[in-house]
């Protein structure tokens, strides 16, 4: 920057006169030129050549003197010039004609390059001025052209910078988040418990890649997951879950939730295709009405009815993939608003959720071998198959609960999540020999 040693005007004189008798001195621009001076800076009533003038971004009121401040943008002078003359308008309260209240000028400038040319954005630009006691003195400044000197940057009493992903980070002052939901992550504050099991599918316990479903039974597949009607299930080698529907009717990815939760917000979430879907609902235990979200693919669910799950459906013919090698891709939780994960504007995902510890979710998964043996006579209640001879279908009630008092599973008929093998009518004993 020249070396300039700004002189107050005559005309600004008078302004300072009229402002130290109570009148208004209002400051309006830091102004720049390219002209050769001539005689003694305090007769100057203007530029010999003004190129621009720069409203102002701040204005510092000390015990006797101001500081005002302006930037100059170089794209704002695409032609470029020669540095040799500055000064400051105010405004005169009786007339509101600009006046030139400070000038100087330089036999020997600093070129301003054009914008084309120059290998910076802005200049920063500060003015001292002495006021002696006048109080009123003001500067017009437009909020919007405020500018943030990089020096202040990070500094004590100065400003806080801005990370990679636009806000401030924790170490200065700020909450790390771009959603209120990950700022108070980030601060601490736990997002809900996650209801489910193996919401990000790492147990396997079956030991297989893929698992298909081809008929009417609810298929195990992934440890907590079941399948049902014509849907397959794959961990691909990017380590997501792909599912298919390759029939031509509805199919079911299904979690059966232990215990219902009535009365209160209950929130079902799954990331599917890298986009976050949510449904949200209060059960009733007298009238229990599933929430359903219908997206691309086909619809979420909560059902604490009967069924007591939540589920997936896919439409004939359709795929989804879940990024579970992220982390956590399903969550039921209380609440009515889900903690998953947070969309920022750009559509990118922030997972909310902690990578669930193995070993935890391995307890959960776990089922245990109950072996029932009981002589009764049993009663046809009307299955299809129901023919007084073989596959003979009885109702048995069992306090059996998963994880509580875990699932269990025959071979043969299905009836509230029991399977009969070789039911005989008459006397007979009889034996679990599978559980699932």
């Known amino acids: 920057m020249a070396d300039f040693n700004l002189k107050l005007t005559q005309g600004g004189t008078v302004l300072l006169a009229k402002a130290l008798s109570q009148q208004q001195l209002k400051f309006k621009y830091i102004s720049l030129g390219s002209g050769v001076g001539a005689g003694n800076p305090e007769d100057a009533t203007g530029f010999v050549n003004k190129v621009i003038d720069l409203p102002l971004t701040k204005y510092t009121r000390l015990d006797t003197s101001a500081i005002i401040e302006a930037v100059l943008q170089y794209n704002a002078v695409p032609q470029g010039f020669t540095w040799t003359e500055l000064g400051v308008i105010a405004i005169d309260p009786d007339t509101q004609e600009e006046i030139l209240y400070m000038y100087d000028y330089v036999d020997i400038g600093e070129v301003i390059p054009p914008a084309s040319a120059a290998t910076q954005i802005e200049k920063q630009i500060r003015i001292s001025t002495y006021l002696s006691n006048a109080a009123n003195v003001t500067a017009m400044i437009d909020e919007s052209l405020v500018y943030i000197q990089k020096s202040d940057i990070g500094k004590p009493n100065g400003i806080a910078p801005l990370n990679e992903d636009g806000v401030v980070d924790i170490e200065h002052g700020g909450f790390g988040g771009k959603t209120a939901q990950e700022a108070l992550y980030n601060l601490g504050a736990k997002p809900n418990d996650n ?7 790492a147990i396997n316990q079956h030991g297989k890649d893929t698992y298909n479903n081809n008929d009417y039974e609810v298929t195990p597949c992934f440890d907590g997951w079941f399948l049902a009607f014509n849907i397959s299930i794959t961990k691909n080698g990017q380590g997501n879950i792909v599912l298919t529907n390759s029939g031509d009717t509805d199919a079911y990815l299904i979690q059966k939730i232990e215990n219902p939760i009535f009365n209160e917000n209950i929130t079902f979430s799954i990331i599917a295709n890298d986009k976050l879907y ?19 693919f086909g619809r979420i669910s909560i059902a604490f009815d009967v069924r007591q799950i939540v589920n997936i459906l896919l439409k004939p013919g359709q795929s989804i993939t879940l990024p579970t090698s992220k982390g956590p891709v399903a969550k039921l939780e209380h609440g009515k608003k889900q903690t998953l994960a947070s969309t920022l504007a750009d559509g990118t995902l922030i997972s909310l959720e902690k990578k669930p510890i193995y070993s935890i979710e391995i307890l959960k998964c776990q ?5 029932l043996s009981a002589q009764s006579d049993w009663s046809c209640i009307g299955y299809a198959e129901c023919d007084g001879s073989t596959n003979f279908v009885a109702s048995i009630i069992l306090a059996n609960q998963m994880r509580v008092f875990p699932s269990i599973k025959f071979s043969g008929l299905v009836v509230n999540n029991i399977k009969i093998m070789d039911l005989q009518p008459g006397q007979m004993n009889y034996t679990i020999l599978k559980l699932q």
């Open 195 to 201: 209801l489910l099991i193996n919401p990000n599918f």
């Open 278 to 296: 949510s449904v949200s609902t209060i059960m009733s235990p007298t009238d229990p009405q599933p929430a359903y979200y219908y997206p691309p």
């Open 367 to 371: 089922r245990f071998l109950q072996i």
